[in-house]
């Protein structure tokens, strides 16, 4: 059973798409089947693996709406092993639609859950609010990683997304875990981004990832060519770093593979 990772912050511009995409592609790369859903009517998940918008006749929104089978809308992305369920700007009219929902903060679960076995992680990439389809994704993910921008108001509004998962936890997901706070857009000459990484260390301990995603202007430029940044320049910095990370995840997570080719034999 593929685990459900959720990744969201109501800041916006703080590295959720970024990380959502270059996360799964590395893990992919190491040879993990992957899923992305693209929960954020903005699509830049959909757009930023080589899909144009524009093109997406079903997305993630008649799953939830109307209740379409997943698999059937499933794209493969370049990367093998990587598959994504795209959004669409219909989406933002999708909570309205979902009110009178038996469940409704459920939905995406039942959504998910026809899929699950078909994937070792299903990242969800989430808009940046705190919505029904966020509340969604919380209630449907196992864990959650929150981007945090190494800038002055990187703790601002954390308060509020901190409780909103307390209150997913006690009415409707009480399995719901952080997977950690990962420092995005992370410049060691800077005083602030030092200030910053040592007040999210000293607040959170250990739920902060090791790994820190480094500012990068091959992370910044991927997206324009709807590429994950490890085939966009897999020797970029941006590149090791979320390499990094997804290998972090993996120990965390206790799935570090061993090669064969690595084992001894006594």
């Known amino acids: 059973m593929g685990k459900v990772i959720a990744l969201a912050n109501q800041k916006g511009g703080v590295g959720k798409t970024t990380t959502a995409i270059n996360l799964a592609a590395s893990l992919a ?3 993990y089947k992957i899923l992305i859903i ?6 830049n998940a959909t757009s930023g693996v080589g899909f144009d918008v524009r093109n ?9 709406v109307d209740d ?3 698999r059937k809308i499933i794209l493969n992305t370049d990367i093998e092993r990587l598959d994504l369920i795209p959004s669409h ?3 933002v009219g999708a909570e309205i639609e ?7 903060e459920k939905v995406l679960k039942y959504v998910i859950e ?3 076995d078909d994937y070792d992680f299903i990242f969800i990439d989430c808009s940046p609010s705190l919505g029904l389809i966020t509340v969604n994704a919380l209630t449907a993910a196992d864990s959650i990683i929150i981007p945090v921008q190494c800038e002055y108001f990187a703790l601002e509004g954390l308060g509020k997304l901190l409780n909103t998962i307390k209150i997913i936890q006690n009415r409707l997901n009480p399995e719901l875990e952080i997977e950690g706070f990962l420092l995005t857009m992370y410049d060691s000459r800077l005083n602030l981004a030092n200030q910053v990484h040592e007040e999210v260390k000293k607040h959170f301990q250990e739920m902060v990832f090791e790994t820190l995603i480094q500012r990068n202007i091959k992370l910044s430029e991927a997206p324009s060519y709807g590429k994950p940044v490890i085939l966009y320049d897999a020797n970029s910095r941006g590149s090791q770093s979320y390499m990094e990370l997804a290998r972090e995840i993996l120990q965390n997570n206790e799935m570090t593979r061993i090669k064969n080719s690595e084992k001894v034999i006594e």
Do not use: F, G, H
């Open 68 to 70: 379409l089978d997943p």
């Open 56 to 64: 997406v006749k079903t997305s993630i929104y008649e799953c939830i």
């Open 38 to 43: 693209d929960a954020d009517p903005q699509a």
């Open 89 to 91: 700007i219909d989406l």
């Open 98 to 104: 979902m009110l009178n929902l038996p469940n409704r």
């Open 114 to 116: 026809k899929i699950r």
């Open 29 to 31: 790369v190491l040879e």
